[in-house]
């Protein structure tokens, strides 16, 4: 199998380059502060605390497999929100409906999680960085009243969704 390809980034140009480039060798003396620009952030590490890594991990086992095949099945494929707004659409993200980042003891409850599709996913980890404080440079909102009921969920995060 060969290596990772995708196009150059200069507009217009269709050259196959490998994944790591951002150009092809044509055009990226063109680009000299795009270059460095992703060059730095390329080469900034994400750090993670302890918190962090544990919950990364948990994506990995066994248990969670397990756990993502049967919420599949029980949830028949389907996006949970977008049925609730009257919409079929292909689920592939099996989301935890409260953030594990707010109650980790949840975070193999089968009962608190739900087939998602990205678009339903995106809306809502929008609306649960504002109402539970989680995500990157958030601090959790202690006070937040845990919401389970993926109906209540969907209308509060109503405001961040676009099916796609």
């Given at each position: 199998?060969?290596?990772?390809?995708?196009?150059?980034?200069?507009?217009?140009?269709?050259?196959?380059?490998?994944?790591?480039?951002?150009?092809c060798?044509?055009?990226?003396?063109?680009?000299?502060?795009?270059?460095?620009?992703?060059?730095?952030?390329?080469?900034?590490?994400?750090?993670?605390?302890?918190?962090?890594?544990?919950?990364?991990?948990?994506?990995?086992?066994?248990q969670?497999?397990?756990?993502?095949?049967?919420v599949?099945?029980?949830?028949?494929?389907?996006?949970?929100?977008?049925?609730?707004?009257?919409?079929?659409?292909?689920g592939?993200?099996?989301?935890?409906?409260?953030?594990?980042?707010?109650?980790?003891?949840?975070?193999?409850?089968?009962?608190?999680?739900?087939?998602?599709?990205?678009?339903?996913?995106?809306?809502?980890?929008?609306?649960?960085q504002?109402?539970?404080?989680?995500?990157?440079?958030?601090?959790?909102?202690?006070?937040?009243?845990?919401?389970?009921?993926?109906?209540?969920?969907?209308?509060?995060?109503?405001?961040?969704?676009?099916?796609?």
């Open positions: 199998m060969g290596s990772k390809v995708h196009t150059c980034a200069h507009q217009g140009c269709h050259k196959l380059i490998p994944f790591d480039n951002r150009y060798t044509q055009h990226i003396a063109l680009h000299p502060r795009d270059t460095k620009r992703f060059d730095k952030a390329y080469n900034v590490k994400r750090q993670h605390d302890n918190k962090t890594k544990e919950r990364i991990a948990f994506y990995q086992t066994k969670w497999k397990q756990l993502r095949k049967q599949i099945e029980r949830d028949n494929g389907l996006d949970q929100y977008a049925l609730r707004d009257g919409l079929v659409v292909p592939k993200l099996v989301d935890h409906i409260i953030p594990i980042e707010f109650a980790p003891e949840l975070k193999d409850d089968i009962n608190n999680l739900v087939l998602t599709s990205m678009a339903s996913h995106k809306a809502k980890t929008e609306w649960e504002t109402y539970y404080g989680t995500g990157k440079k958030n601090t959790i909102n202690k006070s937040a009243v845990p919401v389970k009921d993926i109906g209540i969920v969907y209308e509060m995060m109503k405001g961040y969704f676009k099916h796609e």
